[in-house]
C-alpha cells in the first residue's frame, strides 16, 4: 500500500520533473532564440554600415584616378595671332584699359585652341586617317581653356612647344575603364570605331594614362566638359557656410545656452523657450528650407543660391543643437565649482564666465563640432533656396552663386552621363565622407582626450 | 577699406574710454581712501559699452541712409534736361557718375556736368564720411563723459555690466523663439496665399495631385489634393518603421541586455555611424544600389518591385533610422531600475523573459515616445526620397510602385522657378505647414512621454 503510495508519489515527482524538464528546455530554447535575434539585429546594422561604406568605396575610388593625355603642344603663333598684351597709358582710364585687356581677353577666346591638340595628337600618333572631329573628341571640351590660361598668364610662351597634360573626355575615360559594354556595337557606343581604337593605342604606348584626378579638387562644376568637371567652388561655398555657422551659431548658441541654465528664473517663458528649443530640434530639416526662402529670399531679398543664405539657414537648423548639448555641459559640471565661487564673493555672471565657462570649453567646441558636420551634409533645405544652380565658378564672396558639397553631389547624380558620373558621385560622397569622419573623429577624440570627466 | 578705419577708430575710442574710466575710478579708490563699490575693470568697460553704444548707432544710420544721401545729392546737382529722364535711365547716369567718382572712370567720354558732379560728389563723399566718423566719435566721447562724471566709490558698475551681459545672453536665447515664430508665421502667410487660389477642403480631401505648371496660364489651375502625398508618406514611413523598428529594438535590447562591454563598446559607435551619414548619401545608395538589388530580387521571386518604389525608399529610411532607434531606446531600456530585474529572475524567469515581461513594460512609454520621434523623422525626411521613391503622386495600395511624398513635392515645387505668386510654388509653403503640424504634434506627444517617464525613475 504504502510502496504504491510512494511509487505513485515518484512516478508524479518525476512527471513533473520531466514537465519542468521539458519546460525548461523549451525557455531555454527560447532564450537562445531571443539572444540570437538581438544579436542578428546589431550584425544587421553593422552589415549595413559595411555594405553602404564598400559598395561606395568600390564606386568611387577608381573615380580618383582619371585618364589623361600628355601631349606636346605647339603653340603656333600664326594660330595663336593675338599680339602682345595691352599696357596701361599713363593718361588712360581705369575703365579704358580695362575695356582694351578685354578686347586682347576675348582675342584669346577666340583663337582655334582645338588645332593646337589637334596637331599635339597628330605628332604623338604618327600616320592616322582619323578625322579631325575623332582626334579633338578624345580630349575633354574643357580643356582647350588650360592653354587658353597658359598663354594669358604668361604671353611669351606663344611660339614654343610646352608638355601639357590633358583630361581625355569623359567617354575615353569610361571606355579605358571598362565601365561600359565593349561587346556593344558601335552604333550604341558614345566613341566612335576610330576613337575606341586611337584610344587603345595611345593608352598602351602610355600617352593616355590614368593620373590622379586633380580636376576633382581643383576645377568648378562644368556641364560641356564632364571629365573636368571639379568640386572645388561646391567645396568652397560649403566653406563660407561653415564659417558663417561658426560665427553665428556658436556664440548665439552658448550665449542662450548659459543664460537658460545659469541666469534664467523658473517660469512659464523659459519654460517656453526650452519646449520650443526641443521642438527646433526636431524639425524636419526642408522646413526651415522653406523659412530661409520665404524669409530671407522673399523678405529680405537676399540673393538666390548665395552661401550667406545658406549658411543663415543652417545657423538656424544648427542652433539647437548646440544649445541643447552646451546646456548637458553646463548641467554636469559639479555644482561644487558654482557653489566655491559664490562662496568667496564672485557674482553670478563672474562665476559663469571665470568658472563655469572655461571648464565647459572642451564640451562647447565637441558640440559645435558635431552640429557644423551635421550642417555640412545638408542638402534639403538648400535646394528650396536655389543653391541647385548650376555654377561654373569659384564663389569669391558669400554674396555670389554657389553650390554646397551634398547639393553638388546631388546634381551629379541626376547627370545624364551615367557612366561616367556615376563613379564621379561616389568619388564626391568619399570626400563629402571623409570630411564628415574626420569631423567626427575629431570630436571623440577631443571628448576622450580633454573633457574631464567629474 | 572705409569700414576697417571705422573699427579701428571705434576700437580706439572704447579703449581710450575703457582706459579713463579705470584711472578715474583708481584714482577716486586711492584720493578718497574709500573702498570701490565694483574694482576699476568694471568702470572702465562700462565707459567702453556707453562709449559705444552711441556711436554705434551713429554708424547704423549712416550705413542705412549714406547711400539714399549721396544718390540725393547727385540728383540735386544734374541739369534740369537731364534729371526728366525716367527713373532706370536716372540710375543708370547716377550709377556712372559714381563711377567717375570713385577714379575707375567709364569707357567712353565723361560728358562735362558729369566730371563736374562727380567732382563735387568726391568732396560731398569725403565731408559727410569724415563728418560721420567725427560725429560717431563726438557722440561716443560726450556719452563717455557723462557716464565719466557719474564714477564714483559707490557707483555699482559691475552691477551695470552685468545687467548689459544678462540682456545680450536673453536676446540671444530668444533667437530660438524668434526661428518658431518665423517658421509659423513665413509658412502660414504664405499658405494663406496659396487658400485664395485653392480652397482648403479642396487642398486637404482631394484625391488627385496634378499641379500642372505656372506658366500653362489661369486656366490651367489643375488639382491640388494632399491625400496622394500623404499616403506616399505615409506609405513609406510605414515600411522604414517596420524595418528600423525591430532591428533597432532588437539591437538596443541586445546591447542593453546581452552584449558584453567590449562588444558594446565597439558596435554601439559602429551602428551610430549610420546617423550621422547625409541623407544624400543614402539617397544615392538607394537609388544606384538597393533599387537595382530589390529589383532583381522581386525579379527572381516573380514580384514586380520598380527600382524607385515606396518600398525601396522605405527600406533605406528604415536603415538610417536604426541608430536613431536602438539608441535612445538603448538609453531607456537601462534607465529601468536593476532591482525590477532582479526581482524577476530572482523568481527564477529567464533573462528573455524577464525582458520581455519585465524590461519592456517598464520601458513602454519612452520606448513609445523613441519611435514617434523616430516616425517624425522618417515623414520630414527628403532627399531619400527625392532620389528613390519615383515620384508618381498617386493614390495607390502597391509598395513596390513609385509614390511621392509631402517632401518630395515641396522639393519639385519651390525649385527651378522662384516665382511666389502662382499656386504652383505656393503649395509648397500650404505642404510645408501640414508637415510642421504633423512632425510638431508628434514631437511634442513624444517628448511629453519621453521627459514624464525620465522622472519616474529619477
Known amino acids: 500500500m504504502t510502496s504504491t503510495v510512494n511509487d505513485t508519489g515518484r512516478s508524479f515527482a518525476y512527471g513533473q520533473a520531466a514537465l519542468i524538464e521539458r519546460s525548461l528546455r523549451r525557455r531555454h530554447a527560447r532564450e537562445r532564440r531571443f539572444r540570437l535575434m538581438g544579436m542578428l539585429a546589431v550584425i544587421a546594422a553593422i552589415g549595413f554600415v559595411v555594405v553602404l561604406f564598400s559598395s561606395v ?63 599635339g595628337l597628330r605628332k604623338a600618333i604618327g600616320e592616322t586617317d582619323a578625322s579631325k572631329r575623332d582626334l579633338i ?72 594614362h590614368m593620373a590622379f584626378a586633380k580636376s576633382l579638387f581643383l576645377n568648378v562644376d562644368s556641364r560641356s566638359s564632364p571629365a573636368s568637371a571639379g568640386l572645388a567652388g561646391a567645396f568652397v561655398g560649403s566653406l563660407y557656410m561653415m564659417l558663417i555657422v561658426i560665427v553665428l551659431a556658436v556664440p548665439i548658441g552658448v550665449a542662450s545656452a548659459i543664460y537658460l541654465e545659469e541666469f534664467a528664473p523658473k517660469n512659464r517663458l523659459t519654460d517656453l523657450i526650452e519646449v520650443n528649443i526641443n521642438n527646433l530640434a526636431a524639425v524636419p530639416s526642408i522646413v526651415f528650407g522653406l523659412l530661409g526662402a520665404s524669409v530671407f529670399i522673399g523678405w529680405f531679398h537676399l540673393p538666390l543660391s548665395a552661401p550667406l543664405v545658406g549658411g543663415l539657414v543652417l545657423t538656424l537648423m544648427t542652433l539647437p543643437i548646440i544649445i541643447i548639448s552646451t546646456r548637458s555641459t553646463l548641467r554636469a559640471l559639479p555644482p561644487s565649482i558654482r557653489h566655491a565661487a559664490l562662496g568667496v564673493g564672485a557674482s553670478r555672471t563672474q562665476m559663469v564666465f571665470h568658472h563655469v565657462l572655461p571648464l565647459a570649453i572642451p564640451g562647447i567646441l565637441t ?27 569659384v564663389p569669391g564672396t558669400p554674396l555670389d552663386q554657389s553650390t554646397a558639397l551634398p547639393v553638388q553631389i546631388f546634381l551629379w547624380q541626376g547627370n545624364e552621363n551615367r557612366n561616367f558620373f556615376e563613379a564621379r558621385t561616389s568619388a564626391a560622397i568619399i570626400v563629402l565622407l571623409a570630411l564628415m569622419i574626420s569631423l567626427n573623429a575629431l570630436a571623440v577624440f577631443m571628448r576622450q582626450r580633454i573633457q574631464r570627466r567629474w | 577699406m572705409h569700414s576697417l578705419t571705422v573699427i579701428i577708430v571705434l576700437l580706439l575710442l572704447m579703449a581710450l574710454a575703457y582706459r579713463v574710466g579705470l584711472t578715474r575710478s583708481r584714482h577716486l ?15 572702465g568697460t562700462l565707459l567702453a559699452i556707453w562709449c559705444a553704444i ?41 550709377e556712372r557718375i559714381r563711377q567717375i567718382a570713385s577714379g575707375f572712370g567709364v569707357a567712353d567720354t565723361e560728358a562735362p556736368y558729369e566730371s563736374e558732379i562727380a567732382a563735387g560728389l568726391r568732396t560731398f563723399g569725403t565731408v559727410a564720411w569724415l563728418s560721420v566718423v567725427a560725429l560717431a566719435a563726438v557722440a561716443g566721447l560726450v556719452a563717455t563723459r557723462l557716464a565719466w562724471s557719474r564714477i564714483s566709490p559707490e557707483l555699482r558698475a559691475r552691477n551695470e555690466v552685468e545687467r548689459v551681459v544678462g540682456a545680450l545672453l536673453a536676446f540671444c536665447s530668444g533667437v530660438a523663439i524668434l ?30 495631385w496634378n499641379p500642372r505648371f505656372s506658366t500653362v496660364g489661369a486656366g490651367g489651375q489643375g488639382d491640388f489634393g494632399l491625400l496622394p502625398l ?18 533597432g529594438l532588437m539591437a538596443a ?27 544624400i548619401v543614402y539617397g544615392f545608395f538607394a537609388l544606384t544600389i538597393v533599387g537595382p538589388f530589390l529589383a532583381d530580387i522581386g525579379a527572381s521571386i516573380g514580384l514586380d518591385i520598380r527600382a524607385t518604389s515606396a518600398f525601396t525608399a522605405g527600406v533605406v529610411m528604415g536603415i538610417m533610422i536604426i541608430p536613431f532607434i536602438s539608441s535612445l531606446s538603448d538609453d531607456i531600456i537601462t534607465q529601468v531600475p536593476r532591482a525590477m530585474r532582479d526581482g524577476s529572475l530572482g523568481l527564477g524567469s529567464t533573462h528573455s523573459e524577464t525582458i520581455k515581461r519585465v524590461v519592456l513594460p517598464a520601458a513602454l512609454p519612452g520606448l513609445v515616445g523613441a519611435f514617434l520621434l523616430a516616425i517624425s523623422r522618417a515623414v520630414g525626411e527628403t532627399m531619400i526620397v527625392v532620389l528613390a521613391a519615383g515620384n508618381r503622386p498617386v493614390l495607390n495600395a502597391n509598395p513596390f510602385e513609385a509614390v511621392s511624398t509631402v517632401t518630395v513635392t515641396i522639393v519639385n515645387q519651390l525649385t527651378g522657378d522662384a516665382d511666389f505668386a502662382s499656386p504652383q510654388s505656393l503649395v509648397a509653403f500650404a505642404l510645408g505647414l501640414t508637415l510642421f503640424a504633423m512632425t510638431l504634434a508628434l514631437n511634442v506627444v513624444a517628448l511629453y512621454i519621453v521627459r514624464k517617464y525620465r522622472e519616474q525613475y529619477e
Open chain 2, 253 to 279: 535590447i541586445y546591447m542593453a541586455e546581452y552584449a558584453p562591454r567590449r562588444v558594446r563598446m565597439t558596435a554601439k559607435p559602429i551602428v551610430e555611424i549610420l546617423a550621422g551619414i547625409p541623407t
Open chain 2, 230 to 247: 500623404l499616403w506616399g508618406t505615409v506609405l513609406v514611413s510605414l515600411i522604414a518603421m517596420l524595418v528600423a523598428g525591430p532591428i
Open chain 1, 367 to 393: 558640440a559645435t563640432i558635431i552640429g557644423v558636420a551635421q550642417a555640412l551634409g545638408e542638402t534639403a533645405p538648400l535646394l528650396l533656396i536655389g543653391m541647385n544652380a548650376f555654377v561654373a565658378s
Open chain 1, 137 to 208: 573628341g578624345l580630349v575633354a571640351s574643357g580643356e582647350r581653356f588650360r592653354l587658353r590660361e597658359m598663354v594669358l598668364q604668361d604671353p611669351a610662351i606663344v611660339g614654343t612647344t610646352r608638355q601639357v597634360d590633358l583630361l581625355a573626355n569623359a567617354n575615353v575615360d569610361v571606355w579605358l575603364k571598362g565601365n561600359i559594354d565593349r561587346s556593344l556595337p558601335d552604333s550604341r557606343q558614345q566613341l566612335s570605331g576610330d576613337q575606341q581604337d586611337l584610344a587603345d593605342r595611345l593608352y598602351e604606348r602610355g600617352i593616355i
Open chain 2, 54 to 94: 552711441p556711436a554705434l548707432i551713429v554708424l547704423v544710420l549712416w550705413a542705412v541712409f549714406g547711400d539714399e544721401l549721396s544718390r540725393f545729392y547727385i540728383l540735386a546737382q544734374l541739369p534740369a534736361d537731364v534729371a526728366k529722364q525716367p527713373a532706370d535711365q536716372l540710375d543708370l547716369v547716377v
Open chain 1, 57 to 119: 568605396l568600390a564606386r568611387g575610388l577608381p573615380a580618383f584616378w582619371q585618364a589623361t593625355i600628355t601631349l606636346d603642344v605647339t603653340f603656333d603663333p600664326e594660330v595663336v595671332d593675338v599680339g602682345p598684351p595691352p599696357e596701361q597709358q599713363a593718361d588712360q582710364s581705369e575703365a579704358a584699359f580695362q575695356k582694351e585687356m578685354n578686347r586682347w581677353r576675348r582675342g584669346l577666346a577666340l583663337v582655334n585652341w582645338n588645332k593646337l591638340i589637334e596637331g
Open chain 2, 179 to 208: 526661428t518658431t515664430i518665423g517658421i509659423v508665421a513665413s509658412l502660414l502667410g504664405e499658405a494663406i496665399r496659396f487658400f485664395t487660389f485653392v480652397s482648403p477642403i479642396d487642398f486637404f480631401f482631394g484625391t488627385v
Open chain 2, 29 to 43: 579708490a586711492s584720493g578718497a581712501r574709500q573702498r570701490l563699490h565694483s574694482r576699476p575693470v568694471y568702470h
